[in-house]
């Protein structure tokens, strides 16, 4: 079973929809959460944090559920520019901050 | 802004040359890290290091070696490299959450 599963997609939306993607983890020690957005051909660029109360910034919220062992993204009113693979990233506890990363999910706004 | 800087974007080396990737943070991090991506694959971890002089294997190591002799630089190095090493190669460095330079995008013929 892989640590960190996404589901691939495409995610095929109009502009000005409402988006969500998931993100499952195997180890329960996970204790970092983050969400990254990578253009075509360019690097990936933090786009938020996860925190257990759940955090919003604009169009974007983010969420954890550790019970379930899930952390998801929404996107609200989506924009063209949204276009991108979304990874997500979590972190286990213990001091070594090395990250496992999803394969990322792609999503697609068109006009 | 925390800037993480690689010596090529492009780079084009023949089968059994060896190759240097160099990655340069100026955020003063401790951790270092090397990945490679390639479609379908994800990224996958190639090497880290959390201090100068210390270095660890990531998932993938072989066909790679990596040195870190000053905080701030974090080198990728391709003793022999192989058609199969042609790939996208990203450095990142981080306290907690990553910062990725541009990527280096290696052919090897």
């Known amino acids: 079973r892989k640590e960190v599963e996404q589901d691939p997609g495409p995610f095929n939306v109009p502009e000005g929809a409402t988006v969500a993607f998931n993100c499952t983890y195997s180890?329960?020690?996970?204790?970092?959460f983050f969400w990254y957005r990578q253009d075509c051909r360019k690097e990936p660029k933090l786009l938020m944090s996860?925190?257990?109360s759940g955090n919003e910034d604009g169009r974007f919220t983010a969420q954890l559920n550790r019970a379930s062992q899930y952390i998801s993204l929404l996107i609200r009113d989506s924009k063209l520019s949204d276009s991108a693979t979304y990874l997500c990233?979590?972190?286990?506890?213990?001091?070594?901050?090395?990250?496992?990363f999803g394969r990322g999910t792609s999503l697609i706004v068109h006009p | 802004d925390v800037k993480v800087t690689q010596s090529s974007r492009y780079l084009v080396k023949r089968t059994g040359e060896k190759v240097f990737l160099e990655c340069v943070q100026d955020?003063?991090?401790?951790?270092m890290f090397w990945y490679r991506q390639d479609p379908g694959l994800g990224l996958r971890l190639i090497y880290f290091?959390?201090?100068?002089?210390?270095?660890e294997k990531g998932d993938i190591p072989e066909g790679y070696s990596v040195s870190r002799e000053k905080k701030e630089r974090f080198s990728l190095i391709l003793e022999s490299a192989s058609t199969n090493q042609t790939s996208m190669y990203l450095c990142?460095?981080?306290?907690?959450?990553?910062?990725f330079g541009p990527g280096t995008r290696l052919t090897v013929l």
């Open positions: 990142a460095s981080s306290e907690r959450e990553q910062f």
């Open positions: 180890n329960s020690a996970s204790q970092s």
């Open positions: 996860v925190y257990s």
């Open positions: 990233v979590v972190i286990l506890s213990g001091g070594s901050y090395i990250p496992t």
């Open positions: 955020m003063d991090h401790e951790n």
């Open positions: 290091s959390y201090d100068v002089k210390m270095k």
